[in-house]
């Protein structure tokens, strides 16, 4: 916090106002306008642009610099040296774990991974060709109708349990929705797996033989999970403190997240990469895709380029694109003409004007689907990997809210509508 004010002067109020203004650890300072109500004003800020909506002290992002810091350390760091669990322990609790504690954590996750056997019988309600993310929207949302006994928000012990249940049956949950489509029998988490191989196993596995996972992908997929884990006040973490500041329980909270990420312009766009590529089809074609995305007229855009806050590079782009680099070499890809034409596409963009006027890089989701991709991972399954590595950071949210002081959420507006008008019986109108 500091003392520094922002005075503003308007037209009709005769005496100007003082607004405080506090300064984080790091960042822009922030004009604090919640006094401005009893002047009779509200701010306008459609799309949050210039509007801090907490405080909080779990990510930083610097959009400008490139710079990605999960309670101070870098993206970078963390995706090099440690691993996904390793990340959600340091972003629910706030410090790297020691060894002893970093063994219990894993073990709590690999105790919770199972579901309640129920919930196997929910699935039979949707249809096979449901898309995975509507079915997480339903069946996420449906665990609070399965553990009554983690729902009392005001305690502490409830929140942790929660959070282990979350963090532990999204992965079984998402294989599941997988399986369900394929008409193939839902396998149950080994738990001597790591969370990642476990993921694979689920996925890829059948009852009648062993798995077979190779480390590379595994290690592949826990950069995924790690390099989705948070993104601070984005779209799908707003959504789910929004819910949340209402008293509503942890598993309804997070099925609000999952159901913001899943459009085209959050989550959806690694789903979205793949499919524009495959509707781009050949190299030949891209000249006429990267002139569509250019032409204002023409709703088209390059999905898995630009970012609302990154604004230089995407940090989480650069680890990503060496993963992909990985997997396609330990998969032995060379001639994928997708990949061909993801390669081209990425290759105009960082060298056109427009695109480098603009600062729109190839954002997470450029790479990650291409990842996806080579491993095999259906692309309707993208954003549902998105959402299992998310997971940590909507709930280390929700729990830093809960935990200190809140008010449920309540923007206004601006009102554009009729003013007061009398009702019209039916037979006068
Ligand atoms: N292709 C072509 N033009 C673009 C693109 C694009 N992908 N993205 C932005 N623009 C243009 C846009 O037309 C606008 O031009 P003008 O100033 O002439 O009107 C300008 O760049 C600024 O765009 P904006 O929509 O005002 O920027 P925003 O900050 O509101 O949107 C975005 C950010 C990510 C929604 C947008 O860049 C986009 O739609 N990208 C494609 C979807 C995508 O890849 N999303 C994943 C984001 S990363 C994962 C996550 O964190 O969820």
């Not at 650890?25 to 922030?30: A, F, I, Q, S």
């Not at 701010?43 to 959009?63: H, K, L, M, N």
Request: glycine content about 8%.
């Amino acid at each position: 916090m500091s003392d520094k004010k922002a005075i503003l002067e308007i037209d009709g109020i005769d005496q100007p106002i003082e607004l405080p203004i506090y300064s984080g650890t790091l960042g822009p300072d922030v004009v604090d306008v919640g006094g401005l109500t009893s002047q009779g004003l509200f701010t306008y800020d459609p799309g949050f642009v210039s509007t801090a909506s907490c405080e909080s002290q779990i990510t930083f992002i610097d959009g400008g610099k490139g710079i990605l810091l999960h309670r101070g350390y870098p993206i970078g760091q963390l995706a090099e040296k440690s691993d996904y669990l390793e990340t959600c322990y340091l972003l629910l609790y706030g410090e790297l774990p020691t060894k002893e504690q970093k063994e219990e954590f894993v073990g709590t996750v690999h105790k919770h991974t199972m579901v309640n056997e129920q919930i196997r019988t929910f699935f039979n309600g949707f249809r096979r060709d449901a898309h995975p993310m509507a079915i997480m929207c339903g069946v996420v949302g449906a665990l609070s109708a399965f553990y009554h006994d983690s729902l009392e928000i005001s305690e502490e012990q409830h929140r942790q349990v929660a959070a282990f249940r979350l963090i532990a049956k999204m992965p079984t949950l998402a294989a599941m929705s997988y399986k369900f489509s394929t008409g193939q029998p839902f396998m149950y988490p080994d738990n001597s797996l790591s969370y990642s191989e476990n993921f694979l196993h689920m996925m890829f596995g059948n009852p009648c033989e062993s798995s077979n996972i190779s480390p590379v992908l595994a290690r592949a997929m826990d950069r995924i999970f790690l390099l989705h884990a948070d993104h601070e006040q984005n779209a799908s973490t707003s959504t789910v403190r929004l819910a949340g500041s209402s008293g509503a329980n942890p598993f309804a909270c997070i099925a609000a997240g999952i159901a913001a990420l899943w459009g085209p312009s959050h989550g959806g766009a690694n789903e979205a990469v793949l499919e524009m590529l495959e509707e781009i089809g050949d190299v030949s074609h891209i000249d006429d895709f990267v002139a569509r995305a250019k032409d204002k007229d023409d709703p088209f855009r390059l999905m898995g380029f630009g970012h609302r806050v990154y604004k230089n590079f995407d940090p989480r782009a650069k680890v990503m694109k060496e993963a992909a680099d990985e997997v396609l070499a330990e998969l032995g890809i060379e001639n994928d003409p997708l990949l061909e034409i993801a390669k081209r596409l990425e290759e105009i963009a960082l060298h056109d004007e427009y695109f480098i006027d603009k600062k729109l890089y190839p954002n997470v989701d450029f790479y990650s689907g291409i990842i996806l991709k080579a491993i095999g991972i259906p692309t309707s399954m993208f954003t549902v990997i998105f959402a299992v590595g998310r997971t940590v950071g909507w709930i280390a949210h929700w729990n830093e809210m809960i935990s200190g002081s809140y008010r449920i959420g309540r923007p206004r507006q601006l009102y554009t509508g009729y003013p007061q008008r009398d009702f019209v019986p039916v037979d006068k109108r």
